[in-house]
């Protein structure tokens, strides 16, 4: 199976260490240009994100620094959570600006015409395959996180279980009902591991893996962190997850051992977006300009081995084998927007009842 290996990708994004996460009045016209920056800016602006809770605190600080009088109201859920929130708002958008939220939930509500486009000051910096295209941009990219398998070590050994290092490790009939991984429907980690199969595959081979991979799993949970913390504790074996959390479960002192799959991870870019109301509010776009600052993005540099803006002197991340750009396959992300309804639809019918209760 072919990996990510764009040489141009591979020359600007980062690679560096893993740690431990009133209205303005008037309307304002859809514009490319950069609300001019003021520490005086006073208001209040809603912010939608699936970022980590730990993540989130860090990341504001240097924002609450420089824009003090800024009142930031934080609406905090999974992805599947927080995307399904947005569409069911969309004639009436409670949401001022999305941050830190799949890419691919942002392409289905730039479908639904539920995105102001808006280029951030900075953006030129931004990696082209982590900024849309377009002119002014729908969506920016801020960095990518990508499917990993935590595995307790301990619990295999008294099992006397190998490791399991590849998707096909994971459907062997020793691993049945030892692995729990997120519910795609209310997890964009569960999303980006399925839509990985199903490009790494193809769509007939990637439900056939999908089925076998059922009868293998004891749980799909509902946030993308709960399976790298289960098999952390010990209460399953093996969690699929994603890096960030994987590694820091390993750093608490867990006796974890972080899987990247052999064929590749399944990927996504978190990212921002404005939305689109009949008042867009000037400390919005200034949240936006904050968000790929070269502050915010040294702090997204300390959770995540890629981010959107080459930070210099990159090293091998702690918790990776091999420069993780390489890690990940080649994804194409407007077609897993466009197949997202389908795919969810499916799994919900084939698997669904092996789901945590909400």
Known sequence: MKKWHYPLLA???????LAGCGQAPGSQPNTQTSTKESTNASGEITVYTALE????KT?????????????????????????????????????????????TSLLVLEQQGMLESYSPKGIEKVSPEFKDSKEPASWVGIDAWETAIAVNTKELEKRNLPIPRSYEDLIKPEYKGLIVMPNPASSGTGLLTVNGIM???GEKEGWAYLD?????????????????????????????????????????????????????????????????????????KLFLDWAISDEVMKAYNQNFAIVSVKQEGATLPEGYAVDPIKQLIKLDLNQAAQNRDNVLAEWEKR????????
Do not use: C
């Open 11 to 17: 020359s600007v994004l980062s690679i560096a260490f």
């Open 53 to 56: 809770d730990d993540q989130i």
């Open 59 to 103: 990341y504001l600080e240097s924002f609450k620094a420089k824009y003090p009088d800024v009142k930031v109201n934080i609406v905090r859920d999974s992805t599947g959570i927080i995307t399904a929130k947005l569409l069911a708002e969309k004639d009436n958008p409670q949401a001022d600006v999305v941050w830190g939220t799949a890419a």
């Open 199 to 201: 490009q790494l595959k």
């Open 212 to 284: 076998k991979l059922h009868e293998n799993m004891a749980i799909y949970t509902h946030s993308g962190s709960k399976p790298a913390k289960m098999a952390a504790s010990g209460e399953y074996p093996i969690g699929i997850s994603f890096g960030y959390r994987s590694i820091t479960e390993k750093k608490k002192g867990a006796p974890v051992e972080v899987v990247f799959p052999t064929e590749g991870s399944g990927w996504d870019v978190e990212a921002n977006a404005l939305m689109k109301k009949s008042q867009i509010k000037p400390e919005s």
């Open 351 to 358: 698997y669904a009842t092996k789901s945590e209760p909400k």
